[in-house]
C-alpha cells in the first residue's frame, strides 16, 4: 500500500472514497467537516440530528456525494466522545474503515486527523496509529490460495490530507513510524502464518539472511556443527528427533556502537511442536507452526528498530528447530548437558521451548554484556489458559524492566499482565537425579510462572524479563486489526519499548 500526506483540503479530494472520523460530540460550526456538510447540503447535521448517526465507536454510513464533492464516496464513522479517544480507538477505527471500504472493492482512500483540544494525543501518535490501524487491518495471508485469487481485494493507497502546512512535517512523521512498526508485524505475521513445511529452520535462517542484508545488518546463524561444538547440549537434546537441521540465528544492529545500551531479544523457534515423544493429542496440533512466533517477532522488531535508525544496541537471537518424536528424539527421564554446564532431566519432552531457551539465555549471558534480556515465547499452555487471548503474561523480578514493558503495553496497544515470579514457586523445578527438571510435578503448578523460573536459571543477574505468548500470537478474536491467524503479538511492543529506551 502507498502511504503519504498531502497538503490540501479534504473537502477537496478526488478519489475513490474518503474517510471521515466523527466524534458523538461534534462541532459542526467550522473546519473540514462543517465545509462537507454544507456541500451536502446539511445531510451529516441530518443524520445526527435524527439518530441515525451519532459518532458512536464504529458507526459506519457511507454516503454518495453525486457530484456535490470531487470524491465519489464518503465514509463517515464514529470514533465516540472526544475526552474517551484513545490511540487503541484510532488503530480499531482506521482498520475498521478501511477493511470496509477495501471489501467494497475501493482502491484508493484519503482521510484526515482531526486532533481533539480536549485529548492529549499529539498529530504524531494519532497518525501513527491510524497507519497502523490501516495497514494491520487489512493484513492478508494469501500465498498457499491458487484458486480464486482474482477475488482476492485490496487496498492500494492512503493519503493524510492536511490544511495546515506546518503540520505537514509531523504527521508525516507520525505516518512513517507506523508504516515502519506495521509492516515489521505483518512481516512477523507472515512467517507464523508459513506452515512447517515451509518454515523449517533452514528457511526461517535464509529469511533472516535475506532481511539482515537488505538492512545491512550483522549476522551470524550457527548450524548443527557448530551448536554442538560450543555445547548447546539441551538445544541439541530438542533438535536431534527430528530430520531437519536445527539453526541458531543471531543478528544485530548497531554492534559496533559502544556507547550505546545493549538489549538482546532471544525469540523462541520451534517451527513445529509435535509434544516430541510426550506426544499432544491430534486435535488442534495443526496450529503448532505457530510455536516459532517469538523468533518471528524477534526478527520483526530489529528490522523496525533499523529502519527507525534507533539510537540502541540491539542483538535479535531465535534457537529454532522442529520438536518430533523419532528413533533419535530425547525421552522422559532422559538427562541434557546445557550450555551454562547445568544438568536438566527431562519430565517431558513437551516443555521443549525452554530447552532452547535455556541455551540461548546462556549463550547470551556468556558473549554480552546486555542492559537488559528480554525473551519472548510461545511457551506455556497455563499462560493460555490465565490470561486468554489478549494479554500477553510478563514475568519478571526486576522491577524498573516490568515498569518500562507495561508502559510500553499501554502505549502500543499490545497489551501485557505481569504474573508472579516469586522465589516460592522455584521448588518446582527440583530433580533427585539432575540440577533441575523441566516442568514442576505438582498439580497445581502455576505453570506459566514455572517455566519462567526455569529459564531465570540461565539469564544470571542481567535484567531480564520473560513474555508467553502462547495465548496472544495466533486467533485472538474481534480485534478490528488482527482478524484471523498471526498476530505478531510482541512486535509491536518490543518496538515501543525500543523507541522509548533510556
Ligand atoms: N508450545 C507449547 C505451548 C503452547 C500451548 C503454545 C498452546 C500455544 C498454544 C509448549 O511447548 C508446550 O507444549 N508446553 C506444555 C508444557 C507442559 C508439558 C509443562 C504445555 O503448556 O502444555
Ligand atoms: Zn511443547
Ligand atoms: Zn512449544
Known sequence: MHIRAKSGKIDQESTDAIIIYLFQDMDFSTGPVSRIDTALDGAIRELYENNDFNGKKDQ???????????????????????????????????????????????????????????????????????????????????????????????????????????????????????????????????????????MTPTILADTTKNMAESLG???????????????????????????EPAKFIIVEYNRDNPDLDTIVIVGKGITFDSGGISIKPGQGMELMKTDMSGAAAVLGVIQAVAKLNLPIHLVA?????????????????????????????????????????ADALAYVAKHYKPDAIIDIATLTGACMHALGPFFTGLMSQNENLVEDIEDAAKRSGDRVWRLPLDDDYKAAIKSDVADLCNIGSQKYLAGATTAAHFLQVFVGDIPWAHLDIA????????????????????????????????
Open 217 to 243: 545488518l550483522d549476522y551470524c546463524i550457527l548450524s548443527m556443527p557448530e551448536i554442538e561444538e560450543i555445547g548447546m547440549g539441551s538445544f541439541i537434546g530438542v533438535a536431534k528427533g527430528s530430520q
Open 60 to 198: 459506519k454510513q457511507l454516503l454518495y456525494t453525486h457530484g456535490k464533492l470531487p470524491t465519489k464516496r464518503i465514509l463517515l464513522i464514529g470514533l465516540g466522545a472526544q475526552d474517551q479517544l484513545t490511540l487503541d480507538t484510532i488503530r480499531k477505527t482506521a482498520s475498521n474503515a478501511a477493511t470496509y471500504l477495501r471489501d467494497h472493492g475501493i482502491k484508493s482512500v484519503s482521510t484526515t486527523i482531526h486532533a481533539p483540544t480536549s485529548t492529549a494525543i499529539s498529530r504524531l501518535d494519532q497518525s501513527q496509529a491510524l497507519v497502523e490501524g490501516v495497514l494491520l487491518g487489512t493484513y492478508q495471508f494469501t500465498e498457499f490460495k491458487t484458486i480464486d485469487t482474482e477475488k482476492i481485494k485490496t487496498l492500494a493507497e492512503l493519503t493524510i490530507i492536511e490544511e495546515d502546512d506546518s503540520k505537514l512535517e509531523v504527521i508525516s512523521s507520525g505516518m512513517k513510524i507506523g508504516e515502519s512498526i506495521a509492516h515489521a508485524t505483518n512481516w512477523t505475521r507472515d512467517l507464523i502464518s508459513h506452515p512447517g513445511n515451509s
Open 471 to 502: 495465548g496472544t500470537a495466533f486467533n485472538v478474536p474481534d480485534m478490528p486489526y488482527f482478524k484471523t491467524g498471526a498476530t505478531g503479538a510482541g512486535v509491536r511492543l518490543l518496538i515501543d519499548l525500543a523507541m522509548h529506551w533510556k
Open 317 to 357: 537471537l531465535a534457537p529454532a528447530t522442529e520438536n518430533l518424536p523419532s528413533g533419535t528424539a530425547i525421552k522422559p527421564g532422559d538427562v541434557l548437558k546445557s550450555l551454562s554446564g547445568k544438568t536438566i532431566e527431562i519430565i517431558s519432552t513437551d516443555a521443549e521451548g525452554r530447552l532452547i531457551l
